[in-house]
Structure formats: structure tokens, C-alpha cells
């Protein structure tokens, strides 16, 4: 076997092995804010105490995003993934268990949400290292021309659990509501299992590693994406209320819609990710000149659109331009980072992504207040500014490996 058959049956085996573990974790967000809202009133605790947890947990994963990176580089790959998996599924059947004690008045109200909090910390600290190290991964065995088609597998593999979850969700709810929540966990751990078994160490620990990355040449693509994730949560948290108060629906059509307009998001992206940069293998800078636009005009159609079909359009524009943009970032910063600091890099991206969903919905949703149509402004402006930010790239060779 030669050397490129070695790397084709490396990345076979690689993407077979992570990709599931990657659906998961996707379908775990997904189920967790389908069935948590119903759950915690159940327990007796109120819609804020939700978002102080999912909130707490977002800044804990802003830091732990770019320390595991970091360790991805020392540790190697597959034991930061692996890592990451089982305590991923370990804390989210822990997290399932807690909230079932809750609802059945083992506990009190102020102790859950005490340890359910403490869960979510826990899961932000622990797992943050399952999508940069299997990013790094990705990166480890491309070629440069080879690079956003490689890291777009975990983009689709993300895609793949947003289309999966809130159908997993409202299929298995009807077995009780937190039916979804132990399923999700289950799948967890199976794996976790496979990744451990199967799960091959492309990256050997470097002692280069212990340089961080010259932070000057990732700043563009950090900011980018902390404005991009802005937008993008922004629209998550705002959307529902504005299909709701448009068109004077009850809140069950409200959501039903509004799932819908998330799966069109979700399919768009699948396609982009999964099929039209995996045939075609664009540059990153092919990516964010197609991506970026693509997203604003989603947004501005938001703005204009007056019926309900003009809104499911809208969103899969925005799916379709996320579906460029954000492989577009992830390989640009790759491709500026040596290959002993790619867990760095994508740690760092990802942080950006969840400081995203630190600012965004509190901001968005407190515009809204005030007019729907501040929030569609917020989101515009954002990608307006990720563009600016990632200008001075795009008016260069962004596709071109950078010496660290």
C-alpha cells in the first residue's frame, strides 16, 4: 500500500470512527433545548434559570475550547476525543438523572437546579476538547487543497444531529419527557466505545507543541467567527418569537413552525457541507466570499419577508451561506497554523464561536423587546462586521498555508 492509499485508508477509518461521535454531541443540544424548557417547569424552576445555565455553560466553554486545543497538540487527538466523549455521555445520562429526581420531588427544586448547573459546568469543562481535537484531526490528514472539504466533515457531521435531534426528540418524547435526554446519553456512550476501539492516533504528541500560536495571524478569523456566532445565535433565540407575533400563532404552531424553518437551516448546511465542498473542494477564500454574502442576504430577506414560506426561504439562505462561511473560517485558520499547533487553532475558533453564544441571545432578545426588527439588524450588522474583519484575507492568498 502506498502513501496515499495509507493516508485514503487512514481518513476512511478516521471519519467512520469520529463522525458518530460528532452526530451525538450535535443531537444532545439539540434534544436538550427541545424537552429542557417543559422539564424545568415541571421541576418547579423558571425559563431564566434555564438561561443562566445554558449561559454559564457558554463562557465556561469559551475557555476550556482553547485550553483543550492546546492539550490536543501535547495529549494527542484521540485520547482528547475520546476524553471528551465519555464524559460528554456520562454527564449528560448524570444530567438526565438529576432532572428526573427533580421531577419526581426527590430533591428540591433550589438542589437541582444546584447540581443541574454544576452538570453543565462540568460538561463545558470536560467535553470542550471533542471538536477542536477532531478538527485538528481532520486538518492532520489534508493536504492544503484538501483542507476545507476535510473540516466541512465535521461541519456536516454537526448538520446531521441538528436535522436528527428535534426529530429523535419529538418521536421519542411521547415515552416521557425525558425519554430523549437517556436515549442521547446512551448514544453517547456507544460512541464513545467505537472511537476508543476504533479511533486511529494520526497525530503524534509534538513537543513544538508547548509554543502557543502567534495569536496576530488568527485574530481576522477569530474575530469573524465570534461575530458570525452572534448572528447565528441571535436568530436561534428570536426566531420563534417572531414567527409567533407575525403571523398570530399559538405557541405549539409557533414552535412547530419554527422547527421547521431550523431544519431547513440544518438541511442547507448538510448539503453545502456534506456534498457541494466535498465535490468541488473550494479554497477557503472561495468559501467566505460565497458563505458570508450568502448569510446577510438570508438575513435581510428575514426583514422582508411576509409570509411564512418567504421565511422557510430565508432560512435556508442563511443555511446555505453558514454552510460555506464556516468551514471557510475553520480551514483559513488552519491552513495559518503549523501542523504541531492545529488543536490550538481550532480551540481557539471554537472559543470564539461559543463567546457568540455568550453575547447574542441576551442582546438579540432584549432588542426585541424594543422591535423584531432590531433583532434581524443585530444579526445583519454582525456578519457585516465578520466580513470586514476577514477583508484583510480575502484580499490575499487566504488559501495558502502561513508559517506560524
Do not use: H
Amino acid at each position: 500500500m502506498n502513501t496515499d492509499q495509507a493516508r485514503a485508508s487512514t481518513k476512511k477509518r478516521l471519519i467512520t470512527s469520529v463522525t458518530p461521535g460528532l452526530v451525538a454531541f450535535s443531537m444532545g443540544q439539540t434534544v436538550l433545548f427541545a424537552v429542557a424548557g417543559p422539564a424545568f417547569r415541571e421541576v418547579g424552576l423558571s425559563e431564566a434559570q434555564l438561561g443562566q445555565i445554558v449561559s454559564a455553560a457558554a463562557v465556561v466553554f469559551v475557555f476550556s475550547s482553547g485550553i483543550w486545543g492546546r492539550i490536543a497538540d501535547r495529549w494527542g487527538r484521540k485520547r482528547t476525543v475520546v476524553f471528551g466523549l465519555w464524559c460528554y455521555s456520562l454527564i449528560s445520562l448524570a444530567f438526565a438523572v438529576v432532572l428526573q429526581m427533580g421531577i419526581n420531588g426527590v430533591v428540591a427544586a433550589s438542589t437541582t437546579f444546584a447540581l443541574l448547573l454544576l452538570l453543565r459546568l462540568a460538561y463545558a469543562a470536560f467535553g470542550g476538547g471533542i471538536q477542536p481535537g477532531s478538527v485538528a484531526m481532520m486538518a492532520d490528514i489534508s493536504s492544503a487543497e484538501e483542507r476545507s472539504s476535510s473540516v466541512a466533515v465535521v461541519g456536516a457531521a454537526f448538520g446531521i444531529g441538528m436535522i436528527l435531534g428535534p426529530a429523535a426528540a419529538a418521536v421519542l418524547v411521547g415515552f416521557g419527557i425525558l425519554t430523549p435526554l437517556y436515549a442521547i446519553a446512551v448514544l453517547g456512550l456507544l460512541t464513545a466505545v467505537l472511537a476508543t476501539l476504533r479511533l486511529p492516533d494520526v497525530q503524534p504528541v509534538r513537543e513544538a507543541s508547548k509554543t502557543p500560536v502567534r495569536m496576530r495571524q488568527l485574530l481576522p478569523a477569530m474575530g469573524a467567527a465570534l461575530f458570525l456566532f452572534l448572528a447565528v445565535s441571535s436568530l436561534q433565540q428570536t426566531l420563534a418569537f417572531r414567527i409567533q407575533d407575525q403571523f398570530e400563532l399559538t405557541a405549539m404552531d409557533a414552535a412547530r413552525l419554527t422547527g421547521f424553518c431550523f431544519m431547513a437551516i440544518a438541511v442547507a448546511t448538510l448539503v453545502i457541507q456534506g456534498g457541494v465542498i466535498q465535490y468541488f473542494k473550494p479554497q477557503p477564500r472561495t468559501l467566505l466570499l460565497a458563505g458570508l454574502p450568502l448569510v446577510l442576504a438570508g438575513f435581510a430577506a428575514y426583514g422582508f419577508a411576509a409570509t411564512y414560506w418567504q421565511v422557510l426561504a430565508a432560512s435556508a439562505l442563511v443555511g446555505a451561506g453558514f454552510g460555506f462561511a464556516n468551514p471557510g473560517l475553520t480551514a483559513a485558520a488552519s491552513l495559518r497554523t503549523g501542523p504541531e499547533a492545529q488543536g490550538q487553532t481550532a480551540g481557539l475558533i471554537q472559543a470564539m464561536m461559543s463567546a457568540g453564544y455568550v453575547f447574542g441571545p441576551v442582546t438579540a432578545t432584549t432588542l426585541y423587546q424594543s422591535s423584531p426588527d432590531f433583532a434581524v439588524i443585530l444579526s445583519a450588522g454582525s456578519v457585516l462586521v465578520a466580513f470586514v474583519v476577514i477583508a484583510p484575507w480575502l484580499l490575499t492568498r487566504t488559501g495558502q498555508p502561513q508559517p506560524a
